[in-house]
């Protein structure tokens, strides 16, 4: 009897798997923010499970999407969900540090997806950013069709359209940074995810690295920022074209070290869970204090607002 129950709770993950997925496909809206989250209970199979269990669970989703939307949707999740999936689940088997089990699985997925983008839907005949560039009207024209079908208003929806069009050529530039930005935020989202989770159930075992208040990205990233951000400014072509791309990743993850030191000073002041709520929405619909958060981040290396490398010193 015992040896019975496994395979009916692994249905779970996989009824989680196939709900998250065509949610992003039915309405996009919503879906594109719950499909984000699809690798959560695959990777918790992978750990509860192990390896074989969750590898052979991840081979069953990419089948019945195999055979239920055709090849390429089906590879396109192994690349985006599944494989960020798996390498996040052995990260943390082997556990190592959170931001390194966020870093190595985005990048393999990210670098994987961006290849299998331009493999299945590539044109010999058109440049790499020309590809960027129809991927990118692509994504703006699922938008604008989600908004219609909200009901927005036309002339709003219209003008939002004449944008897209105008912003497709600057944004196609930076289509692989996007790209990966999404795998690092999708990573960091399943790792927290899976972190809350499994400590709640079988306590902190494979988790037992510092808070997110607590977290400091190495320091020699910095070099990344100012270099890329050289080549940006001072670069032209593909060395500017490049440049733009890394900056945009450096922005993205000293944006989230401005957010630990955000969170460290909440903690410490004991600020109502309210405020918190307030205070985030305000950061995150708000450029400027999007870029100042970014710049404590940044500036965090010399001028260390929470005094932690004094304490590891």
């Known amino acids: 009897m015992a040896e019975s129950s496994p395979p009916k ?8 798997v196939f709900a998250l997925f065509f949610a992003l496909m039915v309405f996009p809206p919503l879906g594109a923010l719950i499909g984000v989250l699809s690798p959560f209970p695959l990777v918790f199979v992978y750990l509860q ?8 669970l991840v081979a069953l989703v990419f089948a019945v999407l195999l055979l239920l939307i055709g090849i390429n949707q089906a590879m396109l999740f192994l690349a985006e969900y599944a494989l960020m999936a798996v390498v996040l689940g052995e990260m ?19 670098f994987v997806s961006i290849v299998l983008l331009v493999a299945l839907f590539g044109d010999q005949d058109i440049s790499t950013k020309e590809f960027f560039e129809k991927q990118v009207r692509a994504h703006f024209s699922q938008s604008m069709d989600a908004f ?25 530039a930076s289509y692989p940074a996007f790209l990966l930005i999404g795998s690092l935020i999708g990573a960091a989202a399943n790792y ?9 159930l079988y306590g902190p075992g494979l988790f037992s690295g510092r ?15 100012i270099l890329s951000g050289a080549a940006l400014f001072l670069g032209q072509g593909m060395v500017a074209d490049a440049g733009l791309n890394v900056f945009l990743v450096m922005l ?11 969170v460290h000073f909440l903690k410490v002041r004991k600020v109502p869970t309210f405020f ?10 708000q450029p400027l204090l999007i870029g100042l958060v970014a710049g404590f981040g940044v500036f965090d290396i010399w001028v260390d607002f929470r005094k932690l490398r004094t304490e590891i010193s």
């Open 276 to 285: 918190w709520f307030v205070l985030f929405i305000l950061i995150f619909v």
């Open 92 to 110: 943390i088997r082997i556990q190592l540090p959170g931001d390194r089990c966020i870093a190595i699985s985005a990048l393999a997925s990210g």
């Open 148 to 172: 219609e079908s909200m009901g927005e208003d036309k002339a709003q929806v219209a003008e939002m359209k004449a944008f897209a069009e105008r912003a497709a050529e600057g944004f196609a």
């Open 49 to 56: 499970r192990g390896r074989q269990t969750g590898i052979a």
């Open 252 to 262: 993205c993850i000293y944006f989230a070290q401005g957010l630990s030191i955000v």
């Open 192 to 200: 927290a995810l899976v972190r809350i989770a499994w400590i709640r």
């Open 9 to 16: 709770n692994l249905m779970v993950p996989v009824v989680l």
């Open 211 to 225: 808070a997110f208040s607590q977290w400091i990205c190495p320091e020699t990233l910095v070099w990344g920022f």
